[in-house]
Every structure is written in structure tokens, then in C-alpha cells.
């Protein structure tokens, strides 16, 4: 995500690598229900259009893109790739049973489609964000959450899109929504940013007030990233589309606007950090060192095991949990759901970042 105005320091920190999205309080007024013209309802609960998958560097793998200003030739048009949204509600607007645009910059997206919108319209964002969300409620279902496993998050949720005046997102429990901001590359250009924002909602809907120490802060921004590669992998995977791009590498199209350097990288769920010694006290920097637990946990049993997994483990999490004793529950949760060999994966890779013995 971008970095959070509750610690005031939104425009210094949205040039650094930790930049990235959070929960945060509310300062902004009541939500704006789209759909109050009077138009008549479609009746349609799918509708074609394009988005990203999840964002034009994965797909492209050119480093050089860039902003410009919103400009439609900033990206080929080989980036955009025709999908299906699903679980509309019949009433032509983006809203369904998992997500609802309620606020919005320019025209809301209404009709029968097919939405083939393009990056300089405010319309793509509102496509891509309905896109993304309902797409990783799909997943998690996918994974069995809602049916053999509790439900996660299954509910309509709804997204405010592009009104933020910095360039940050975050996610917000009461009333609840995501907020998706504007800024170099607007937020709800990469799926990515979209889906780790989801995965804020997905931990508050598991455990109520999670995130209330710095390390249960930390995991919370790991696990947004982590959920953002493994959701946006299996559905561009799904679509035939392979990530040119380093798959570690997370939010690298939002990241353009911030990062000289490539690949661009918001964060990596890669890195060599090690708990405590490179601990800082900061969520985002922090939470790397238990992304890349995650990382090698999705390599080591498979992206379809490791999910299941690690989502399922966070239901035992404290709102305040220490990252010791998230990691035991995650190993216990292995042992329960796959027997001990997984369970041995995955305390090797907590033990291996310095968070287990």
C-alpha cells in the first residue's frame, strides 16, 4: 500500500520503498451509493471487459513503462486482457454479491457492457477494483473457505475508488470499505494494490482488531502482499497469461512512480531480512521478514496447500499477536490440516527467518 496519513507523513513517505498501504481511521464524510439515477436495471450478473493481470510490468515485462500522466499510450495495448466480471447484481452498476463501487471519480460504470475502458478513464479503476475483489473472494472460495474451511470475508465489499487526495489506499473496518487513491499510478491501476488492500479486510474479518501490536501490524502488511502474488498469479495463471516479471516483486507497476531502480518493487516477499536483528519497529519493513517465511512456505508445498494453510492458521491469531506465536499456530495448523510433513515445511521456514527455534 502507500504510506498511511494517521502517522501525517503520507507525501514524504510515498517515495519509499515501505511506502505501501494500511488500515486507518476515517476523516472523510458518509459513503455515496452509486446507482441512485433511476436507470433501469440490466438483469445482468456478468458482464465482459478488460483489466490488467494483475498489472502491465508482470504481463509485459517492460521495466520502462511508466506514468505519463494517465496518458492510454503510456501502455500497450497487450497489457489489457478481456475477462468476465461476475456476481453483479443486476442493476447495471458495479455491484455484486462481493463487491461494490460506492464512490467514484468520473461517470459510473453502467450498462450491459462489454466495459473496455482504458487507463486515462476513471472508469478502468472502477472495472479493475470491482475486478480484483470479487476475483480473490472467488479464490478464497476456491480454496474451500466458506465450505469445508470457515468462510473469509464472504460478504459485499465495498470500495471507494480514486477520492483519496493523496496517493495512498487503505482499508477500514467501521463503516467498512477500501479506499483506493489517486496519484503517479493510480492505486486501482495494479491488481496487486487492490488485492493487498483485500487482504486487510480478509484479516479483519478473521479477528476483529487485528494489527493492535507492531508485529501483528507487520503480518497484517505481509500477508496483503503475499495474498496479492498468490491471487494475482492464479488468475492470470487461469487466463493463460504469465508474469514476465519477478513474481517476489510486489505491486511493481504502482511502484514506477516511486523506484529508479529494477525490477520496481514496492516490496519483495523475498528478502533476506531476519528476525529480530533486522526488525526496525515499522510494519511495512518489518513485515518482509514474515512474507518471506510465507514465500518459502507457497514454494515448498504448493500454492493451493500453502494458502489453505496459512489463511486457515490466521483465525487462531491474537488482534495482537507476537510473530512467535503466529508462526506456532501457522505450524499447528499444518500439522492438523496436511499431517506432520507439512507441518515440518513450514516451521523450517519460520525457523529459518530467526521467528522460530
Known amino acids: ?22 488500515q486507518q481511521p476515517a476523516t472523510s464524510g458518509p459513503l455515496t451509493a452509486q446507482g441512485g439515477s433511476g436507470k433501469p436495471a440490466t438483469g445482468q450478473a456478468t458482464a465482459a471487459a478488460r483489466v490488467f493481470l494483475p498489472n502491465p510490468l508482470q504481463t509485459t515485462g517492460n521495466q520502462s513503462l511508466s506514468d505519463q500522466k494517465d496518458s492510454a499510450a503510456a501502455v500497450p495495448v497487450s497489457a489489457y486482457h478481456r475477462v468476465t466480471l461476475t456476481h453483479l447484481d443486476g442493476s447495471g452498476y458495479l455491484s455484486g454479491d462481493y463487491a461494490k463501487v460506492v464512490s467514484e471519480t468520473g461517470t459510473p460504470v453502467y450498462g450491459t457492457g462489454p466495459f473496455d475502458f482504458t487507463r486515462d478513464q476513471d472508469q478502468f479503476e472502477q472495472v479493475m477494483a470491482y475486478y480484483w475483489v470479487t476475483e480473490a473472494q472467488k479464490y478464497l472460495q476456491s480454496l474451500g473457505f466458506g465450505s469445508e474451511l470457515p468462510a473469509v470475508n464472504k460478504r459485499q465489499q465495498q470500495l471507494k475508488v480514486s477520492q483519496y487526495g493523496l496517493d495512498n489506499s487503505y482499508q477500514r473496518d467501521k463503516p467498512d470499505y477500501i479506499r483506493l487513491g489517486k496519484g503517479g499510478v493510480d492505486d486501482a491501476e495494479d491488481g496487486e494494490v487492490i488485492v493487498h488492500e483485500y487482504g486487510h479486510a480478509v484479516h479483519a474479518a478473521q479477528v476483529p482488531g487485528f494489527g493492535a501490536s507492531v508485529e501483528a501490524g507487520a503480518i497484517g502488511e505481509a500477508f496483503g502482499d503475499y495474498l496479492a502474488m498468490t491471487v494475482g498469479h492464479a488468475v492470470a495463471t487461469a487466463h493463460g497469461v504469465t508474469s514476465r516479471a519477478p513474481l517476489a516483486c510486489i505491486m511493481d507497476w ?7 531502480t529494477t525490477p520496481h518493487c514496492l516490496r519483495r516477499i523475498d528478502s533476506q531480512k531476519m528476525y529480530p536483528q533486522d526488525a526496525v519497529g515499522q510494519v511495512h519493513a518489518d513485515g518482509m521478514i514474515w512474507s518471506r517465511a510465507l514465500w518459502d512456505i507457497w514454494n515448498a508445498l504448493g500454492a493451493r496447500t500453502a494458502d489453505r494453510i496459512i489463511i486457515n492458521a490466521q483465525f487462531r491469531f491474537a488482534p495482537d499477536t507476537s510473530f512467535a506465536a503466529a508462526a506456532q499456530h501457522t505450524v499447528d495448523t499444518a500439522q492438523s490440516m496436511y499431517g506432520a510433513g507439512a507441518a515440518a515445511t513450514v516451521k523450517q521456514a519460520f525457523v529459518a527467518r530467526g521467528i522460530l527455534d
Open 254 to 260: 504502482d511502484a514506477t512512480s516511486y523506484t529508479a
Open 1 to 22: 500500500m502507500k504510506p498511511s496519513s494517521r502517522i501525517a507523513l503520507a507525501a514524504v513517505l510515498s517515495v519509499s520503498l515501505f511506502a505501501a498501504c494500511g
